[in-house]
């Protein structure tokens, strides 16, 4: 009987000190939370959402690892492919010509459906094509089909010659300009004068925007995100 009691009293003993251990820990977590500024981002699709994400990254974080350049790379190469097959098809529907037309066969490339758009960048070809009149003269029309507004930064010519180096790795200006679509939530954190900011960055496109319900908790402030360069700009949707 003495036995059962002992090991009974042992038993209550050591959930006490679990239950103390557990609250603990609870008001370690307030603390911390407390000293949170939870950042929720929304906006529509392209407005520059994950750019702000991007820039406190560079400016208070560890900055871009040269793995996570490389890993962009690839991104910076697709943005070139998909900017000049966007402007080739607004051609058509603005009724636009190419000046040259020794360029025809190589503007058909771009116009096939989007899994058989180059595997490679033909930097050679963006050069020509983009130089050309007619391709300007769209370009400049840009406010009536939708367009990155990085097209022009990753197409001039210095660019393109940066790009095509066997050894490029994106720049931090390349790392902002680039357009790599957000899914689901994102987020990053980074300490500011001892205090800590949660960035929550999620997809601004229609079809994101269902999620944004799920990146309410704990929300200190919400920012809506707008591009002042696109005030006259059709959006993608």
């Not at 750019?51 to 991104?75: H, N, P, W």
Request: aromatic letters at 8%.
């Amino acid at each position: 009987m003495m036995a059962c009691m002992c090991t009974a009293s042992a038993d209550v003993r050591q959930g006490f000190l679990r239950n103390k251990e557990i609250e603990r820990e609870l008001m370690e977590h307030k603390k911390v939370l407390r000293r949170t500024i939870k950042l929720l981002l929304l906006g529509t699709g392209e407005s520059g959402k994950s750019t702000v994400v991007k820039q406190m990254k560079i400016l208070y974080g560890s900055g871009y690892s040269d793995d996570e350049r490389r890993q962009l790379v690839q991104a910076v190469h697709t943005n070139l492919i998909y900017a000049m097959r966007n402007i080739l098809e607004a051609m058509v529907l603005l009724n636009i010509s190419l000046d040259d037309s020794r360029l025809q066969r190589d503007a058909r490339k771009f116009l096939t459906s989007p899994g058989n758009l180059p595997n490679t960048v033909p930097f050679d070809v963006l050069r020509n094509l983009w130089h050309d009149t007619g391709v300007q003269e769209c370009y400049r029309r840009r406010n009536e089909f939708q367009l990155s507004d990085s097209t022009e930064y990753f197409m001039r010519l210095q660019s393109l010659d940066r790009i095509e180096a066997k050894k490029y790795l994106p720049t931090d200006e390349d790392i902002l300009r680039v357009r790599v679509p957000t899914t689901g939530i994102f987020e990053y954190t980074f300490e500011l004068r001892k205090i800590k900011f949660q960035l929550v960055d999620v997809g601004g496109q229609r079809s994101q925007r269902r999620k944004w319900i799920h990146a309410f908790e704990d929300v200190t402030s919400l920012i809506f995100v707008a591009a002042l360069s696109e005030y006259d700009q059709t959006i993608m949707e």
